[in-house]
């Protein structure tokens, strides 16, 4: 049996608004996951390298500034680098419609926009995160 899903939360880049990204956190863990929230202004290698310390199963990035497509781009080169694409990357922000299919193309799981509940939110992460999820994924 698969322990609690364990996430890594981060703040990438200069945004200094983490509101959002620690009401997350906390909804994620008050669900039952691992919560690890790296605290602001991290850059996509300490992201990443969070991520695999910790063994993260997810890795969500709350992104306010804009600067969405080179910080989740740079993220997941660095993940495809350390061979561990198997961790799915969600986004939440401020982060315009036409630019979610470019996310998606780029390899972000999933994107939250403003007005996504944080139910919304752990009931994401619960299907499509941790072991369980690659399981139902590798039998299907």
């Known amino acids: 049996m698969a322990g609690p899903i364990r996430v890594v939360v981060a703040k990438p880049g200069l945004d200094g608004h983490d509101r959002g990204a620690k009401v ?34 997810g890795i969500g990035l709350s992104i306010l500034s804009g600067a969405h497509m080179t910080l989740c ?13 198997d961790i799915p990357v969600f986004v939440g922000g ?15 799981a999933r994107v939250f926009t403003p007005g996504a509940t944080t139910q919304e939110i752990v009931e994401w992460v619960r299907a499509n ?9 590798a039998e299907s």
Do not use: C, F
């Open 94 to 108: 401020i982060i315009p419609d036409a630019d979610i299919p470019e996310l998606e193309k780029l390899g972000v």
């Open 24 to 57: 997350v956190a906390r909804a994620l863990r008050d669900a039952g996951m691992e919560v690890i929230y790296t605290g602001l202004h991290q850059t996509p290698e300490q992201i990443v390298e969070a991520a695999l310390q910790e063994d993260a199963d």
């Open 129 to 137: 995160v941790g072991e369980d999820a690659r399981e139902a994924v």
């Open 73 to 85: 781009a740079s993220v997941l080169d660095l993940l495809k680098e350390r061979d561990a694409l």
